[in-house]
């Protein structure tokens, strides 16, 4: 066997390190999954530096575990550890993980890490046939994992921030309109449109189960009768052109027949809607997805786990996946629908793309 060379060890070795680094990623969100469950972030935001003892006794948990708990997060960076085995939750990390009002808080997007795991096993299949699952595949977890990735968002700054910027849209709204929210999910857009202008009626549309019953859950909670949810695969948008807003959240990309969807939006707008097309901030190429965006690995990953998998979901879907909604691909398909105006609005959000587009 020929000599290995010292450059050769080191590059086995840090390769080894990156492979391991993404268990390391793997394990860790298991440990912010059963943080946010167990409401240890909570009780730690404004504890101060606690012992596991203490943190143990605050959530009526068992010490033992508290303290692995406590050690690793420290370890992986998200607890200060104070010394004498006291640990605290830093102002920024409880923006993060603890406080569900803050634009940035982040923890409740773990919430469907059990589910997303349990379709890998699937997902050996759709390798092989080629079929997705759809979004339902991930049971009620599912729809309540994307509600804690986007819902942060849009509690903070739809309404007081995205919607004044497109022309004369809240005036209507404020006077009374009507509007829709097309792949709807959980329904958290609606909830807090129909909230903030109650001459205005709402209706959301989806095809997920899971996510209609939580939508209707959230609608009671807020004790909202200005907005009503459809099964889509039933009681689709009318195609009536009687809405003044249609709006699109995160899901053309999922979605089976994404053309079809937006020919819908187009024939159920008024001559003078607005349709707003939220999707993610993806690049042409694949060279400039990786060069620019430090998460394109994670979109690339939750593409084959949902994304991609929904949009595969049907024989002829187009699976256009995470990154394949590009602002390019978004005008072309608005044209082809029969949009005739299109604007891209920058809120300063890496992550999302805004688009204006109207008839
Ligand atoms: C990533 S989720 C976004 C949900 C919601 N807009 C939000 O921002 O929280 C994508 C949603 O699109 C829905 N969806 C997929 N295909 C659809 C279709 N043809 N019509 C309506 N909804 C669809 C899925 O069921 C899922 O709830």
Known sequence: ?????????????????????????????????????????????????????DLARATGLHERWVREWLRGQAAAGLLDHTGDERFSLSPIAALVLANEKSPAFSAGAFAALPAQMNVLEDLLTSFRTGIGLPYDAFGPQGAKGVEGMLAPWFRTMLVPLVLPRLEGVSAKLDAGAKAADMGCGTGVALVEMARAFPRSTFHGYDISRHALEEAERNRRQAALENLTFHDAREDGLPGDASFDLITAFDCIHDMTHPAEALGAMRRSIKPDGTCLIVDINAKPTFEENVAGNPMAAM?????????????????????????????????????????????????????????????
């Open 1 to 53: 066997m020929p000599e290995r060379s010292s450059d050769f060890d080191k590059a086995l070795r840090a390769f080894i390190k990156r492979v391991y680094d993404n268990m390391g990623g793997m394990v860790v969100s298991a440990m912010i999954y059963l943080g946010y469950h167990l409401g240890l972030y909570r009780a730690l935001e404004h504890a101060g530096p606690v012992t596991s003892e």
């Open 299 to 359: 979109m690339y990953g939750f593409s084959v786990l949902s994304c991609m998998s929904s949009g595969l979901s049907h024989p002829e879907g187009a699976g256009l996946g995470t990154l394949g909604f590009s602002e390019p691909v978004a005008r072309r398909m608005t044209r082809e629908a029969g949009f005739t105006r299109f604007l891209r609005h920058d809120f300063d959000n890496p992550v999302n793309a805004y688009y204006e587009v109207r008839p």
